[in-house]
């Protein structure tokens, strides 16, 4: 260990620009054994790790980095799995630069260690390897419903099963995974990674009820007759707009409608032809993941143009600089400082472009970021055939919510309490659908620390 003074950060090998933009399949190559020793024995092993403290999940990460450079793939495989429900998944997916590696000692001067791609590494070579999840084998008689299948479900469902506790999953869509599966481009994962954690999952005993919503085909009021806790994990996904004139027009789009769309002509399901980018010049507003997942659909969709305009400058994208580094590799242009005003339309209500309004940044508010300055008179226009909007995520007030006394707060969120339960005993929430929409990875531990509490209540009644 501590070899960062004669070993560099190396990050992993991605596909060839041009040939990866021919397809959806993932960029990143993984890590071979040595070369995850090799970037593994960079670590210092701090006595206080930032890195396992900034990490929502609190990984041991100096722990697994060990025993990949002491190339002990069962303990390193043991120690990632336990904290974590699908740690080949956020290996892949979680904005590393602004968690883990984010606060890892080395950035001063030496470049982190290359954290994510080693816990996907440890996670694909244990598979190869035969190693698998575990869980218990032994019943305890207890049985819970989740409400969504996406990260804040599914990782409730792994620590319920480990407990022994038989858990259904009631899933409105037809593929489980959530935003996971649908609004994550398969550049970034590979739909199949889910999949397979689902199957081990499902031969532990977990029952997926697909095509399912609750509060519609499937009354709400069943599941707390029927068993003996509920978690609700139904994400945010109320898309935001910008509030101006034209942004309903024909060519207007919003993030997921793009992403969903796309990955369901993926899949070779049916999808709405309708929604087609293809030879069209597109105009992403936003400057988060979801806007650097559509820029770089958009472009596998054989887009003629793909410009990103973000109200901010590049220093304050909200998203990972990892994503923005691989949009700019590909060829999308961004435009800073710009706000959209209003949307541009012919005389058939048509988008041929976006007016814009330049930008300054002042002085920092109270939470530290600076505040944002309209240019007067200084419009300037941007052409378009179509106009996405990724502007972020609400949670949707569904009416089953509020029927069976669940609360929400001025915003839509679920009313938790420290325990992640709500107001109606009995019954869980956790990820975006409680915190508002944040992170795979924050849901993910939302998903582990109610299932937790739900163990605990349910253990003692026994």
């Given at each position: 260990?501590?070899?960062?003074?004669?070993?560099?950060?190396?990050?992993p090998?991605?596909?060839?620009?041009?040939?990866?933009?021919?397809?959806f399949?993932?960029?990143?190559?993984?890590?071979?054994?040595?070369?995850?020793?090799?970037?593994s024995?960079?670590?210092?092993q701090?006595?206080?790790?930032?890195?396992?403290?900034?990490?929502p999940?609190?990984n041991?990460?100096?722990?697994?980095?060990?025993?990949?450079?002491?190339?002990?793939?069962q303990?390193?495989f043991?120690?990632?799995?336990?904290?974590?429900p699908?740690?080949?998944?956020m290996g892949?997916?979680?904005?590393?630069?602004?968690?883990?590696?984010?606060?890892c000692?080395?950035?001063?001067g030496?470049?982190a260690?290359t954290?994510?791609?080693?816990?996907?590494?440890?996670?694909?070579?244990?598979f190869k390897?035969g190693?698998?999840?575990?869980?218990?084998?032994?019943?305890?008689?207890?049985?819970?419903?989740?409400?969504?299948?996406?990260?804040?479900?599914?990782?409730?469902?792994?620590?319920l099963?480990?407990?022994?506790?038989d858990?259904?999953?009631?899933?409105?869509?037809?593929?489980?995974?959530?935003?996971?599966?649908?609004?994550?481009?398969?550049?970034?994962?590979d739909?199949?990674?889910?999949?397979?954690?689902?199957?081990w999952?499902e031969?532990?005993?977990?029952?997926?009820?697909?095509?399912?919503?609750?509060?519609?085909?499937?009354?709400?009021?069943?599941l707390?007759?029927?068993?003996?806790?509920?978690?609700i994990?139904?994400?945010?996904?109320?898309?935001?707009?910008p509030?101006?004139?034209n942004?309903?027009?024909?060519?207007?789009?919003?993030?997921?409608d793009?992403?969903?769309?796309?990955?369901?002509?993926q899949?070779?399901?049916?999808?709405?032809?309708?929604?087609?980018?293809?030879?069209?010049?597109?105009?992403v507003?936003?400057?988060?993941?979801?806007a650097?997942?559509?820029?770089?659909?958009?472009?596998?969709?054989?887009?003629?143009?793909?410009?990103?305009?973000?109200?901010?400058d590049a220093?304050?994208?909200?998203g990972?600089?990892?994503?923005?580094?691989?949009?700019?590799?590909?060829?999308?242009?961004?435009?800073?400082?710009?706000?959209?005003?209003?949307?541009?339309?012919?005389?058939?209500?048509e988008?041929?472009?976006?007016?814009?309004?330049?930008?300054?940044?002042?002085?920092?508010?109270?939470?530290?970021?600076?505040?944002?300055?309209?240019?007067?008179?200084?419009?300037?226009?941007?052409?378009?055939?179509?106009?996405?909007?990724?502007?972020?995520f609400?949670?949707v007030?569904f009416?089953?919510?509020?029927?069976?006394?669940?609360q929400?707060?001025d915003?839509?969120?679920?009313v938790?309490?420290?325990?992640?339960?709500?107001?109606?005993?009995?019954?869980?929430?956790?990820?975006?659908?409680?915190r508002?929409a944040?992170l795979?990875?924050?849901?993910?531990f939302?998903?582990?620390e109610?299932?937790?509490?739900?163990?605990?209540?349910?253990t003692?009644?026994?």
């Amino acid at each position: 260990m501590q070899n960062f003074i004669f070993i560099e950060r190396v990050d992993p090998k991605k596909r060839n620009v041009v040939e990866r933009l021919k397809d959806f399949r993932e960029i990143y190559e993984l890590f071979q054994p040595n070369e995850a020793s090799n970037q593994s024995e960079r670590c210092i092993q701090c006595g206080d790790p930032y890195c396992h403290s900034r990490c929502p999940l609190h990984n041991y990460i100096p722990q697994w980095l060990k025993s990949v450079a002491e190339k002990d793939l069962q303990l390193a495989f043991n120690l990632s799995n336990e904290p974590s429900p699908f740690p080949e998944i956020m290996g892949r997916i979680c904005p590393h630069d602004r968690l883990c590696e984010g606060a890892c000692t080395l950035n001063e001067g030496y470049g982190a260690v290359t954290i994510g791609p080693i816990e996907t590494f440890i996670n694909e070579e244990g598979f190869k390897a035969g190693l698998k999840p575990t869980f218990a084998t032994k019943k305890i008689g207890k049985k819970v419903a989740i409400v969504g299948s996406g990260p804040a479900g599914l990782s409730a469902a792994t620590y319920l099963l480990r407990a022994g506790i038989d858990v259904e999953i009631f899933e409105r869509s037809d593929r489980p995974g959530g935003l996971m599966t649908y609004g994550i481009p398969g550049f970034k994962l590979d739909k199949n990674v889910v999949f397979r954690r689902v199957k081990w999952m499902e031969e532990a005993g977990l029952k997926i009820h697909y095509g399912v919503e609750v509060g519609k085909n499937k009354p709400f009021d069943e599941l707390t007759e029927n068993f003996d806790a509920v978690f609700i994990g139904v994400g945010a996904t109320k898309q935001r707009k910008p509030g101006i004139p034209n942004e309903n027009a024909t060519g207007c789009l919003m993030a997921m409608d793009l992403l969903v769309n796309v990955q369901r002509k993926q899949f070779g399901d049916e999808y709405d032809r309708s929604i087609d980018v293809k030879d069209r010049n597109v105009v992403v507003i936003g400057g988060g993941d979801t806007a650097m997942d559509c820029v770089r659909t958009s472009l596998r969709e054989e887009a003629r143009s793909v410009v990103c305009a973000y109200r901010r400058d590049a220093r304050n994208m909200p998203g990972s600089r990892k994503e923005y580094n691989n949009a700019k590799e590909e060829g999308i242009e961004f435009i800073f400082n710009a706000a959209p005003k209003q949307v541009l339309v012919n005389e058939k209500g048509e988008v041929i472009g976006v007016e814009m309004l330049k930008t300054s940044l002042g002085e920092a508010d109270e939470s530290g970021r600076q505040r944002l300055k309209i240019i007067k008179g200084s419009e300037f226009r941007v052409s378009a055939d179509v106009v996405i909007f990724a502007l972020g995520f609400d949670p949707v007030p569904f009416e089953f919510l509020s029927a069976n006394g669940i609360q929400t707060n001025d915003w839509g969120g679920i009313v938790i309490d420290e325990h992640y339960e709500t107001t109606t005993r009995g019954v869980y929430a956790g990820g975006d659908c409680s915190r508002g929409a944040d992170l795979v990875v924050t849901a993910a531990f939302d998903g582990r620390e109610a299932a937790k509490s739900i163990i605990k209540r349910l253990t003692q009644e026994i």
